[in-house]
């Protein structure tokens, strides 16, 4: 699986899941959690390789329960920057999984005074750290020829609209997905913190060129995979009428990497719904997790006729930017959507 999400949206925490209890007997590994450079392989599949040799995280909210191999892989030959330091020299930030202990130096190298509201690392605090130093490195990091990829999540931090997950229902129609994905601006962002962001294939801080020509480059490489990924969009951050979030996330994603896995070997089931193939609540092993009953699943799944046409307006701004050099495939499946909706 290749999963693209913008800053701080869970990449990591993903790309190192712990299966849960009630997942007794699967494995996951790591091949990355940043970067995948891909191209069409000699299996006739969609390729891809990390070129980094390590991690880049956000450290702030990492503790043994979201991440436990992250921190592992922080606990030595590691580099931080702008955590909050003990006297000793040990670190801290908040999310950890000790409560701040006393005369804590904050980001700026000051004392910081618990009473101030002040943050004592930075909200974008981040490791770097060796991939060596994970637990769950993938055997195949330093193949050549990378690995297979049989999956692509498009992903962005929505508080309301978009489901938890659903599938595309081609390969243009999961471009088109990648392609109009928006996310809420983090720390990460300059700005606009809390607001919804076009965040294409999360991609938008980091493309060289001219978005629709990214986008046509994905268009065209159809013809050069023989056998197609499919494409999927996740949310783990819907959240309900008091300001919860539906989903436990963390390890409990697992359950969604299983329907998804069941997709691409064809023994999932699913709904045809407007926005894509949908999970019914029977489709998601929901065994064991505590308060998501059949009624909560589908509120967190629900989709709003006019949620989404104001989503569509949304998205527009972009194409519109880039019409001249915008895939008219792209507009094709926006009216499709529309009409759908």
Sequence with gaps: MAAAFPSACGKTNFAMMIPPKSYQGWKLTTIGDDIAWMKPGPTGRLHAINPENGYFGVVPGTNEKSNPNAMKIMSHDTIFTNVARTPDGDLWWEGKDNPPPPDLIDWRGNPWNPASGEKAAHPNSRFTAPAANNPALAPEVNDPEGVPINAIIFGGRRASTIP????????????????????????????GHGQVRGDPMAMLPFCGYNMGDYFDHWMEMRKSIKILPRIFHVNWFRKDAEGKFYWPGFGENMRVLDWIVGRCHGHS????????????????????????????????????????????????????????????EMIYQRELLIARL
């Design 269 to 328: 089931d699913a709904r045809e719904g407007s926005i894509g193939w949908v999970p019914r609540y029977e489709d998601i092993n929901t065994e064991g997790l505590e308060g998501m009953t059949r009624e909560r699943f589908a509120e967190m799944m629900k989709i709003d006729p006019d949620a989404w046409r104001r989503e569509l307006v949304f998205q527009n701004e972009l194409f519109l930017k880039i019409y001249h050099e915008l895939p008219k």
């Design 164 to 191: 938890l997950i659903f599938q595309a229902f081609s390969w243009f129609h999961g471009v088109f997905l990648g392609a109009s994905m928006g996310s809420e601006m983090t720390a990460a962002a300059v700005g």
